[in-house]
């Protein structure tokens, strides 16, 4: 599918970019449960090489979601933040390219240590968490609710499942943005989605609450490195949101 103009070709500029930032598998990625929550029965993480053929752009969108499920996964440790600060910054001064450019230098200065703490401060918490990362709590002020039910239903319509064993719920927004990847993407069993699918997925799943959820994080006042990383998911998910309604 076509990014829109407004994206400074952000796909062409900053897609290899974003796959030497964790899309390949080699960056750190934390072996604890609550990481890759879906499977299509036996999926590989969900940083993992692609097996058909995708349009520079499709292939952008999958790095950038796959980037941003695993930031929200746990917190990163310290060769993802070298690898996240090293990506090629993005020309022009769109919000997009500034919420890039602003991501990149955090990851350059932020300690590995601080951002896992920073992770449980505002995710987990001791008792509650300061920030809810689950759809079902904001689109009913409740956890494993009616919308998470629907969402499983839909994700097993799909194919896609939880995996044994994993204590990452499906409503999770990690979890959600895996499964844009995998609808982008597919996997060696399966072809990437229709844009329809991938379009319907976005609207039902992760429009509704995902925005709000990182205008919590940013105002949030323990939010730092997070801050940046809400922001950019923020204008990434904008400008993913747009470009499907193009198509």
Same mark, same amino acid.
């Given at each position: 599918?076509?990014?829109?103009?407004?994206?400074?070709?952000?796909?062409?500029?900053?897609?290899?970019?974003?796959?030497?930032?964790?899309?390949?598998? %080699?960056?750190?990625?934390? #072996?604890? /449960?609550?990481?890759? =929550? +879906?499977? $299509? @029965?036996?999926?590989? !993480?969900?940083?993992? *090489?692609?097996?058909?053929?995708? %349009?520079?752009?499709?292939? #952008?969108? /999958?790095?950038?979601? =796959? +980037?941003? $499920? @695993?930031?929200?996964? !746990?917190?990163?440790? *310290?060769?993802?933040?070298?690898?996240?600060?090293?990506?090629?910054?993005?020309?022009?001064?769109?919000?997009?390219?500034?919420?890039?450019?602003?991501?990149?230098?955090?990851?350059?200065?932020?300690?590995?240590?601080?951002?896992?703490?920073?992770?449980?401060?505002?995710?987990?918490?001791?008792?509650?968490?300061?920030?809810?990362?689950?759809?079902?709590?904001?689109?009913?002020?409740?956890?494993?609710?009616?919308?998470?039910?629907?969402?499983?239903?839909?994700?097993?319509?799909?194919?896609?499942?939880?995996?044994?064993?994993?204590?990452?719920?499906?409503?999770?927004?990690?979890?959600?943005?895996?499964?844009?990847?995998?609808?982008?993407?597919?996997?060696?069993?399966?072809?990437?989605?229709?844009?329809?699918?991938?379009?319907?997925?976005?609207?039902?799943?992760?429009?509704?609450?995902?925005?709000?959820?990182?205008?919590?994080?940013?105002?949030?006042?323990?939010?730092?490195?997070?801050?940046?990383?809400?922001?950019?998911?923020?204008?990434?998910?904008?400008?993913?949101?747009?470009?499907?309604?193009?198509?």
């Amino acid at each position: 599918m076509k990014l829109p103009e407004t994206g400074a070709n952000v796909a062409s500029d900053a897609g290899h970019a974003i796959a030497a930032a964790g899309s390949d598998g %080699s960056s750190g990625r934390p #072996s604890d /449960a609550r990481v890759s =929550a +879906l499977g $299509a @029965r036996s999926l590989p !993480d969900a940083a993992v *090489g692609l097996s058909f053929p995708l %349009s520079p752009e499709d292939r #952008s969108r /999958a790095d950038f979601y =796959a +980037l941003v $499920a @695993r930031l929200f996964a !746990d917190g990163p440790d *310290g060769q993802l933040l070298k690898a996240i600060a090293r990506a090629e910054p993005i020309d022009g001064n769109t919000p997009f390219a500034s919420a890039w450019n602003r991501l990149l230098a955090a990851s350059g200065v932020m300690d590995p240590d601080a951002a896992a703490q920073e992770y449980t401060d505002l995710f987990i918490g001791v008792g509650q968490c300061v920030v809810n990362l689950h759809g079902s709590h904001w689109k009913v002020g409740a956890m494993m609710e009616r919308p998470l039910a629907e969402l499983r239903a839909e994700l097993a319509a799909l194919g896609l499942g939880r995996r044994p064993g994993v204590v990452m719920l499906e409503d999770h927004l990690s979890a959600l943005f895996e499964t844009m990847r995998m609808l982008i993407a597919g996997n060696e069993d399966r072809p990437p989605s229709a844009v329809a699918l991938q379009r319907g997925f976005f609207e039902r799943q992760i429009g509704p609450w995902a925005f709000r959820c990182c205008a919590a994080i940013r105002e949030s006042t323990i939010a730092n490195y997070y801050g940046c990383v809400a922001e950019f998911t923020e204008q990434f998910m904008a400008l993913d949101r747009d470009a499907l309604a193009m198509e």
